[in-house]
């Protein structure tokens, strides 16, 4: 069984250096593997019956991905860009789900645990070591229903774009007035092609 230490040595030596989101994912991730009935794998292992849904891009989901091995190369991690610190771990084999978000007031709390401390950062994350998780996180009960085409697995479905003519797989095309299109050509696009002359 995997104990909190090893499991933080594991992420900080991924995600490249300790940090109070290292200490909280790590924290989030075990927190919410229990929720759901699922054992943390041991190192370089990775949980298949479970995928995770990541709502913020930041130090806590590199703690999230080492701890569950989970990934968006295996589709087993999800990103919504909500910039939000929490995280919802879904159990595949018996759908229960649970979404863990750190609690604002952990914040506040964290701070006055070691006042002495001169770094205030290093005084959040020896606060967050020793807190207990319902200190650090609410949970909501929730239900995810994964359409069949975000589950790991080959894609359901390959096709060109009618405007680009690049490949689109598994949905994510869209159709548009009878065309099907992809998404940049959707006018979802985040990058904006420079024509050369
Ligand atoms: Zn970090
Ligand atoms: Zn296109």
Redesign the pocket.
């Known amino acids: 069984m995997a104990d909190f230490d090893s499991v933080l040595e594991r992420s900080i030596n991924i995600h490249g250096h300790l940090c109070p989101g290292q200490i909280l994912g790590v924290k989030m991730a075990m927190f919410g593997m229990e929720q759901i009935g699922l054992p943390v794998p041991d190192a370089g292992e990775r949980e298949r019956r479970l995928i995770v849904y990541v709502e913020m891009d930041r130090c806590a989901t590199d703690a999230i991905q080492s701890v569950t091995g989970c990934s968006l190369g295996h589709r087993t991690m999800k990103f919504y860009d909500y910039g939000k610190m929490a995280a919802t771990f879904v159990n595949l084999e018996t759908g229960k789900a649970a979404r863990i978000i750190a609690r604002e007031d952990s914040r506040e709390k964290a701070k006055k645990i070691f006042p002495e401390r001169a770094d205030p950062y290093e005084a959040q994350m020896q606060a967050y070591k020793i807190m207990g998780n319902e200190e650090l996180f609410d949970i909501m009960p929730v239900r995810v229903d994964i359409p069949p085409e975000d589950m790991p697995g080959r894609p359901l479905k390959r096709i060109?774009?009618?405007?680009?003519?690049?490949y689109?797989q598994d949905v994510r095309d869209v159709c548009r007035d009878g065309h099907v299109?992809?998404?940049?050509?959707?006018n979802e696009s985040y990058y904006v092609k420079i024509e050369e002359t």
């Open positions: 060109a774009c009618s405007r680009c003519g690049e689109v299109l992809c998404k940049a050509c959707d």
